[in-house]
């Protein structure tokens, strides 16, 4: 599948290739064990650490329990939650109220310019540029007031695209049109918001056993405005680059899902201490994008990436 909010589709790719011949292989050298098809449906915690995985082969539907000194827990903004809450892990938590709280997906939005040539001659992949000037505010914008956002170049679509969306005749007539098209990608710095969550239906369960997963998300109002007070200005920059007319997409998937088990000094807002430690369980980390705070109002991947890398030297060198 393809996102057009962050090019998922060619990012995964190349982090699967990354993954298949230069890091997975040195690291099951050194003992590490893969096991696909395999879901997690409980961490049992005794006295205050993880002492057994729980988990089911959704091939065979054999069980198995695993054990480890650290349990490091990296299943999404979605799937993270899940299986803190269906392990009632948020109950030894002081600050269990937060776990699957605070849910943001970045309200984003692309604006294509329509040119009247093929927009891209050289047919290449193009997302160099970014636009940072708006992303504390801006002296010409004055609603809403304070940080807003980020402009990023996206390439034109690919044609599949649009025959995936318009199927038949008409769709591969119309996936002609995206050779005159070029644009930015806005994306808000959405708010993070209590109101905003993950949970769990315990009356509704899985084939694997597995309370259901109950997800809620609203945009705020200011979050709205800021991708509105985004759109203007690179309406402007596309027609200053020769587009004659413009198209805005907003986006509906799930884009950069962050924030439902938080990181913080304080336990009254934050389900993780400053090492991504999940409070009231020793032995248990949560790396994965739901650490963050906030969703900052770029692709949040280097960050996850970078955050893991830092609590992974903690876990190695503890203070």
Known sequence: QYCTSCDTFACAISAKNDLATMVLPKLMEKGLELKPSTVITRLKAENGVINSVECISKKTGEKETIKAKYVILSAGSLGSPHILLSSGLDELNPGGKNVGRYLMRHVNSIIFGIFPGVADKESRFHKQLAILDYYLGHPDIKNPIGKLGSLQQMPTPPMGLVQNEVPGPLGKMLSQGVRLL????AIAEDQPQFS?????????????GMPQPIISHEYSKRDLAALKALIKPAKRIMSRAGAIAHYVHHIRTFSHAVGTVRMGTNPENSALDEYCQFRGVKNLFVVDGSFMPTSAAVNPSLTISANALRVGDFISNPQ
């Open 196 to 208: 905003n969550y993950v949970k769990v239906d315990p009356n509704r369960k899985d084939k694997f």
């Open 182 to 185: 070029s644009g930015l990608l």
